[in-house]
T-cell receptor, first 114, second 113 residues
Framework: AQSVSQHNHHVILSEAASLELGCNYSYGGTVNLFWYVQYPGQHLQLLLK??????LVKGIKGFEAEFIKSKFSFNLRKPSVQWSDTAEYFC????????????FGTGTKLQVIP | DGGITQSPKYLFRKEGQNVTLSCEQN?????MYWYRQDPGQGLRLIYY???????QKGDIAEGYSVSREKKESFPLTVTSAQKNPTAFYLCASSLGQGDQPQHFGDGTRLSIL
C-alpha cells in the first residue's frame, strides 16, 4: 500500500522567507499527487495537483510543487511567504487511475511570523 | 453557496452507545468520503461512496457504518465496537468517482464521556 511522509511537522518562518515543505511517497507506479491546505478556521482545500505532464505544478497563492519521480518526492515551495500563509499543509497521493483512495500525509503546520 | 455541512460540531458519546454524524452536500457530487483525523496521523479513510446505494470500506472501517440512500447525504455511525472513537471526523466529496476529494466539511469532534 502507498504511504506518504511529511518530515517537517512544524515549521516557523519569518515573512519573506522562502518555503519548502518536504513530501515523499512510497509507490513505484503511476501516481497522482496533491497538496491540500487548511487555513485557521477554514475548510481543508486543494492547493495544487499533479496528474501528468510538466512536473512543475503551479497552484494558488504563488505556491508551486515539483514532482521528482526518481526521488519519489513532491515538495511544496513558495519563494516568499506571507503571514496569511500560516496554515496546515497536507501532501496526498493517489495510485493509478480510476477510483483509488487518496492517502494523506500527517501534515505540516506552518507558522509565519510578521 | 454550495458546500458540505457536517453536524453536530461537537458530539459526546457514552460507553456502549452508537452515535451518528451527519454529512450533507448540495454540490451534486457523486462521491463522498469520511476521514478520521488524529494528532500526528493525518487523515485516514474510514468509508467512501462513489454513487448512491454503494459504499466501500476504507483503511479503518472497523467499528463504523455508513449508508448512502440519497446523493446528498452520507451519514457515519460510530458504533460501540469502535473502542477508540475520540477523534476529529471530516466528510468530503468529489464531483466524479475517480476524482480526489475536492470539498471538505467543517468536521465533527467526537469525545467519550
Amino acid at each position: 500500500a502507498q504511504s506518504v511522509s511529511q518530515h517537517n511537522h512544524h515549521v516557523i518562518l519569518s515573512e519573506a522567507a522562502s518555503l519548502e515543505l518536504g513530501c515523499n511517497y512510497s509507490y513505484g507506479g503511476t501516481v497522482n499527487l496533491f497538496w491540500y491546505v487548511q487555513y485557521p478556521g477554514q475548510h481543508l482545500q486543494l492547493l495544487l495537483k499533479y496528474f501528468s505532464g510538466d512536473p512543475l505544478v503551479k497552484g494558488i497563492k504563488g505556491f508551486e510543487a515539483e514532482f521528482i519521480k526518481s526521488k519519489f518526492s513532491f515538495n511544496l515551495r513558495k519563494p516568499s511567504v506571507q503571514w496569511s500563509d500560516t496554515a496546515e499543509y497536507f501532501c496526498a497521493v493517489k495510485v493509478g487511475g480510476g477510483y483509488q483512495k487518496v492517502t494523506f500525509g500527517t501534515g505540516t503546520k506552518l507558522q509565519v511570523i510578521p | 453557496d454550495g458546500g458540505i455541512t457536517q453536524s453536530p460540531k461537537y458530539l459526546f458519546r457514552k460507553e456502549g452507545q452508537n452515535v451518528t454524524l451527519s454529512c450533507e452536500q448540495n454540490l451534486n457530487h457523486d462521491a463522498m468520503y469520511w476521514y478520521r483525523q488524529d494528532p500526528g496521523q493525518g487523515l485516514r479513510l474510514i468509508y467512501y461512496s462513489q454513487i448512491v446505494n454503494d459504499f466501500q470500506k476504507g483503511d479503518i472501517a472497523e467499528g463504523y457504518s455508513v449508508s448512502r440512500e440519497k446523493k446528498e447525504s452520507f451519514p457515519l455511525t460510530v458504533t460501540s465496537a469502535q473502542k477508540n472513537p475520540t477523534a476529529f471526523y471530516l466528510c468530503a466529496s468529489s464531483l466524479g468517482q475517480g476524482d480526489q476529494p475536492q470539498h471538505f466539511g467543517d468536521g465533527t469532534r467526537l469525545s467519550i464521556l
